[in-house]
């Protein structure tokens, strides 16, 4: 399965993403999600496939959300994560 899938960060959250298929858009998004995430401010848009590589992100989860829910959230990182990206760079 692949997905023409656009990406919009959050003016809200830093490091917070939202993957949609980019035929939809965001309509089907919850306004109570959109609350909280804020103007969504386009990123990219990318061929997703179950292999592709994402930095912080399954790709096959990110299609199976898209396709059961309608969108992907991805959360800002949490602190231990971020410690443990440091890490790996030293």
């Known amino acids: 399965m692949s997905l023409v899938c656009q990406v919009f ?3 809200r959250k830093q490091e917070m993403y939202l993957y949609v298929d980019k035929s939809s858009g965001l309509q089907d998004i919850p306004e109570a999600l959109m609350a909280q995430f804020g103007e969504p401010m386009p990123v990219m848009v990318l061929l997703l496939t179950p292999e592709k590589k994402l930095a912080r992100a399954d790709a ?3 299609l ?4 059961a829910q309608g969108f992907y959230l991805q959360m800002p990182p949490t602190a231990a994560a971020l410690f443990a990206r440091d890490d790996d760079r030293d």
């Open 64 to 67: 199976a959300a898209i396709k």
């Open 9 to 11: 960060r959050s003016s």
């Open 60 to 62: 096959a989860v990110v």
